[in-house]
């Protein structure tokens, strides 16, 4: 069974960076994306970006366009989000998830177990 560990949340100050990562267990042909989601408290969870496995191609969401990238590393099974001019609303836990791809979460299959990220003001 693919499994996806998670790493690299933490606590930074507003302006700061942190760069997630989320390790596949292996490649699945359920899997052709890739994506990480956040929850905040009290929230629901929301997509922020999604890199498909074949192209490439990346989206994100227009809360965090210019300030997240998301990438791959097909040989290591891994995918990155990082994260630059942090802002407090950026607080929540980031999930990682393979699926087929989409905004949504019914899109996904699989998902780590989050990793906390909390921005001070």
């Known amino acids: 069974q693919v499994q996806l560990v998670e790493s690299g949340g933490g606590s930074v100050q507003a302006g700061g960076s942190l760069r997630l990562s989320c390790v596949g267990t292996?490649?699945?042909?359920?899997?052709?994306?890739m994506a990480w989601f956040r929850q905040a408290p009290g929230k629901d969870r929301e997509f922020v970006a999604q890199i498909t496995w074949n192209s490439g191609t990346a989206v994100t969401t227009d809360s965090v366009k210019g300030r997240f990238t998301i990438s791959a590393d097909s040989a290591k099974n891994t995918v990155y989000l990082q994260m630059t001019s942090l802002r407090p609303d950026d607080t929540g836990v980031y999930y990682c998830?393979?699926?087929?791809?989409?905004?949504?979460?019914?899109?996904?299959?699989?998902w780590g177990q989050g990793t906390q990220v909390t921005v001070s003001s």
């Open positions: 292996r490649r699945s042909s359920i899997t052709s994306a």
């Open positions: 998830a393979a699926g087929a791809g989409g905004t949504s979460t019914e899109g996904y299959l699989l």
